[in-house]
């Protein structure tokens, strides 16, 4: 596991969470550009394990987790947390977070989300607790526009802060949008490609592309191997 970057003790901890069904380019190059434009100490990449809010994963959590180590091994700062992987039901971000901040109690969290998650964000479970617990920055992902209405447009008028020192100096609470370089690279439309006989290259990290190919695990469409659980959360 990649250690932090020296000197980063103090430094905000970005939070990636998402099913990674594959990882790809678009997750790292956002995560990469977060963590340097943002001073962030690490990215922490969560897969998670057994997600409220798709109807089925095609890769194993093992196997997901496996392809997120590989993909980031060689950068400074990102790390993998398995917690989401090794933790038994549902998976839900209010609950890892309630889990950091107990283990990091003044650090400043932030949960990073690609915007498309941010508009998903009022399905998730007790989301509104999420801005007690960490700060939320949102990706700007292509095709999305940030809302100026209803309960997101509220929270982006209560919490938004154009500073990237509020995220630095207090550990939780504000909303923070943030223009990333757009890669319109989705893990859906990765695995069907895979399905459709075409190369990931250049789309995924190689030692991904490498897992993949040795794993066949987007081969052929083997249908859900998790079932969807009941309630909805997207990550
Ligand atoms: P799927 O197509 O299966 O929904 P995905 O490519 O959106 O997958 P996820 O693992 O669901 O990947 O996403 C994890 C996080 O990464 C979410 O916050 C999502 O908004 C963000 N994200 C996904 N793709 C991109 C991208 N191309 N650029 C920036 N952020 C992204």
């Known amino acids: 596991m990649p250690s932090a970057a020296p000197g980063a003790a ?6 990636f969470g998402g099913t990674f069904d594959p990882i790809h380019c ?27 809010h798709r109807d089925h994963l095609y890769a194993s959590a093992e196997l997901r987790l496996k392809m997120v180590a590989a993909a980031i091994a060689d950068q400074p700062g990102f790390v993998v947390d398995d917690r989401e992987v090794r933790r038994s039901g549902v998976s839900y971000s209010v609950d890892t977070l309630t889990d950091l901040r107990r283990e990091y109690p003044q650090r400043s969290l932030c949960l990073l989300l690609g915007m498309d998650a941010f508009l998903g964000l ?13 700060h939320i920055v949102v990706a700007h992902r292509p095709g999305w526009r940030a809302p100026a209405k209803g309960p997101l447009g509220e929270i982006l008028v209560d919490h938004g802060t154009g500073a990237i020192r509020d995220l630095h100096e207090r550990p939780a609470g504000c909303l923070f949008v943030h223009a990333v370089t757009q890669l319109e690279i989705s893990s859906t439309e990765l695995r069907a490609l895979i399905v459709g006989g075409r190369d990931p290259r250049y789309l995924v990290p190689d030692a991904v592309r490498q897992i993949i190919r040795e794993t066949r695990c987007y081969a052929a469409q083997q249908g859900p191997r998790s079932p969807r659980p009941p309630s909805g959360e997207a990550t």
């Open 10 to 15: 103090a430094l905000p901890i970005g939070l």
């Open 122 to 134: 009022p399905n998730w479970h007790r989301w509104r607790e999420l801005l007690t617990l960490a």
């Open 26 to 52: 678009g997750h790292l190059r956002t995560a990469f550009e977060l963590w340097q434009e943002l001073k962030l100490a690490e990215v922490r990449f969560l897969p998670t394990g057994s997600p409220p």
